[in-house]
């Protein structure tokens, strides 16, 4: 699939706007591809739109339970969200 690489180069070079608005594009034709919203996540994941990415791979895993490396960004994703620096809150 042509545009599978295209969206590849385009978050490689790290343009994550058209990377994003291609993949939904895609994903509103074919909304049962996990590759896509695994995609989908990983741009979500760099535009550290954590919620997002987190329903995405979500969405992965209905899909196909065995999608390597989905649950894994699930909880990097909960790492990120869950984190934060008990100094910060006991000045």
């Known amino acids: 699939m042509d545009e599978i690489k ?4 385009l978050m490689r070079e790290g343009n994550l ?5 291609l993949t939904g594009e895609i994903l509103n034709a074919n ?3 996990a590759g896509l919203h695994f995609r989908m996540g ?3 994941c760099r535009k550290q739109e954590w ?5 995405q791979f979500q969405r992965v895993l209905e899909l196909d339970p065995s999608w390597p ?8 994703a909960n790492a990120i ?7 910060m809150f006991n000045p």
């Open 81 to 87: 969200l869950g984190y934060f620096t008990p100094d």
């Open 51 to 55: 919620g997002k990415a987190i329903n």
């Open 17 to 21: 706007q058209e990377a994003e608005r």
């Open 69 to 76: 490396g989905a649950k894994e960004q699930i909880q990097m």
């Open 6 to 9: 295209k969206i590849d180069r």
């Open 42 to 44: 990983q741009i979500h």
């Open 31 to 33: 909304p049962k591809d």
